[in-house]
């Protein structure tokens, strides 16, 4: 099957039946996340794979009680940092010269740019800049799932400061952001199972200018 094939099969699952995804399927849809490109390559958002149910249990209420929280495999919770700082800038910029192997004066002075840059800008007007660069990794993660035929829903529907409260986040300096049940869809209870895909015409979303 095509890409695009894949992407028609996929739709946001509203029931799933509790069947556990391979560890090999979830790598390979956390990858797809890790290898997507970022503002600046800061990647500034992490991802934590909840399989514990109680605390998917604690999570469902505050998510608008939808199922697919406590029913599925494995529940993504992609999280951004809450600002930019300077040690987090540092950290990656670091990072790239070491796999690299060198120094380069255009990257080292971009650095400089960025360093006076962000730190500065208040937390909430960063914290959505981030937030920005981890729903572009929850795009890819969600293209990998229907590609390995694992049901995906995203979820924004949650209380995120109770959610951040759950997961401890915000005293490690980061933010709920949106989550992705992934699992497999529970073909008997999902009245959207067969329903058709809407979409907008390809006219609509498009406009060519020659
Ligand atoms: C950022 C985002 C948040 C969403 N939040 C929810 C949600 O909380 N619950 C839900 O059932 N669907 C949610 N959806 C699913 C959308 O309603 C769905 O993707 C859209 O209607 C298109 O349908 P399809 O994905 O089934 O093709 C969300 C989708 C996105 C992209």
Redesign the pocket.
């Known amino acids: 099957m095509e890409l695009l094939d894949k992407l028609n099969w996929?739709?946001?699952s509203?029931a799933m039946n509790k069947e556990v995804v391979s560890q090999e399927k979830v790598d390979k849809i956390i990858e797809a996340a890790r290898l997507a490109p970022t503002s600046s390559g800061l990647q500034p958002f992490e991802i934590l794979v909840i399989t514990n149910q109680e605390i998917k249990e604690q999570i469902r209420p505050i998510s608008?009680n939808?199922s697919?929280i406590t029913d599925c495999s494995h529940l993504l919770v992609f999280v951004a940092w809450d600002t930019y700082t300077e040690d987090r800038i540092n950290k990656m910029f670091d990072l790239t010269n070491e796999v690299r192997g060198f120094k380069n004066e255009g990257w080292e002075n971009y650095r400089q740019m960025l360093l006076g840059m962000y730190p500065q800008k208040d937390p909430e007007e960063n914290f959505n800049h981030a937030s920005k660069q981890a729903?572009i990794a929850f795009g890819m993660s969600i293209a990998a799932a229907a590609f390995e035929g694992v049901d995906a829903?995203?979820?924004?529907?949650?209380e995120a400061d109770a959610l951040d409260k759950i997961l401890g986040l915000r005293e490690k300096g980061l933010r709920s952001a949106?989550m992705l049940p992934i699992g497999y869809r529970d073909t008997e209870k999902d009245w959207?199972v067969n329903l058709k895909?809407?979409r907008k015409s390809t006219d609509e979303l498009v406009t060519i200018i020659d």
Do not use: I
């Not at 829903?153 to 949650?158: A, L, M, N, Q, S």
């Open positions: 996929r739709y946001a509203k608008w939808q697919v729903y829903t995203p979820v924004e529907g949650f949106v959207l895909k809407v």
